[in-house]
């Protein structure tokens, strides 16, 4: 969380007055992918504080936004260091900068480029953008990559609580014998280690075809999916009514922690705005958490109320 550069004006290769002069976050990552996207090209590069926040989620937070970009111009002197009055700023900081603001207190005009800096040598040389220029995909593949990351950090949780399950599942079951206390308190720890699973690495990788708008509908349902499947596995249980309490514990659970390791997603996908997830966050996060604190009352009394 700390991977940010000096903001300020930098030189890529050996601009002079009339070089372009692209704008971008200080997010080191954001600055390396533009370089990368621009080789033997001589410009100018001015990195605005977004606080090492990438592009879109620093316009959305308001750090990469109208004032940050008028001080930055000032700060770096640029209008005495190049002729021309163009700023070419990327599509998706857009939310966070207002074009016509921008123009009446610093006198630069504000072009917006493409989507990705992949596309920059092409518009550099039209200043056009193609309408595929223009859209953010997010394909299977796109969704991918960013897995990880969710999952890293859900586990850095998870794995916490699945230790606690599992010592508490073999505290409550001692009674069954140490064979059963062990095989109850592994299937509760693969339980969470598979929620998390769920909410974190299946729901993005289905993300388009699972029901409802909400990432936390999205993730709900495919818990809910998943609890179908634990029932099956455990329908002996559940038959003879040893384990009802603890399947009605894990009906709770398992929803609303996959529901809301889903809704982590948001920060990382195109498929919804701030005003969406603040909306969002209103009414699901007091339902997950209200669910989990049910199911981890029946879970635990089902251990420990036989």
């Not at 001589?42 to 316009?59: M, P, S």
């Not at 966070?96 to 921008?102: F, I, N, T």
């Not at 630069?108 to 800096?117: E, L, M, N, S």
């Not at 595929?132 to 998870?158: C, D, H, Y």
Request: charged content about 15%; glycine content about 10%.
């Amino acid at each position: 969380m700390h991977y940010g550069i000096d903001p300020g004006l930098y030189a890529l290769g050996e601009p002079g007055q009339t070089s372009p002069v692209l704008v971008t976050a200080n997010y080191k990552m954001s600055f390396d992918r533009l370089r990368e996207a621009l080789p033997g090209r001589n410009l100018w590069i001015l990195v605005l504080d977004t606080k090492g926040i990438n592009v879109w989620c620093a316009a959305g937070k308001g750090t990469f936004g109208t004032q940050e970009l008028v001080s930055r111009i000032e700060s770096s002197g640029l209008e005495k260091i190049v002729s021309h009055r163009e700023l070419i700023l990327p599509q998706l900081s857009g939310p966070g900068v207002s074009a016509h603001e921008v123009k009446r207190l610093s006198g630069f005009k504000v072009i917006y480029g493409p989507v990705r800096a992949a596309d920059l040598p092409v518009f550099l040389e039209t200043r056009k953008a193609e309408p595929q220029m223009r859209s953010k995909t997010f394909n299977t593949w796109e969704r991918t990559v960013l897995i990880p990351i969710e999952l890293v950090s859900a586990l850095k949780v998870g794995l916490i609580a699945m230790a606690l399950f599992f010592v508490l599942s073999l505290l409550g079951n001692t009674g069954d014998g140490w064979t059963n206390a062990m095989n109850h308190g592994l299937f509760s720890a693969s339980a969470v280690l598979m929620t998390i699973l769920v909410g974190a690495a299946f729901t993005p990788l289905l993300l388009p075809w699972l029901p409802g708008r909400a990432f936390s509908v999205k993730g709900c349902s495919l818990g809910f999916l998943f609890f179908a499947s634990l029932l099956v596995f455990r329908w002996k249980d559940w038959v003879a009514g040893t384990g009802r309490l603890e399947m009605l514990g894990w009906l709770f659970l398992i929803p609303a922690l996959s529901a809301y390791l889903a809704m982590n997603f948001t920060g990382a996908s195109s498929y919804t705005s701030l005003s969406g997830v603040k909306k969002e966050m209103r009414w699901a996060l007091p339902l997950e958490i209200g669910a989990a604190a049910l199911g981890l009352g029946l879970w635990i009394g089902s251990n420990f109320m036989r």
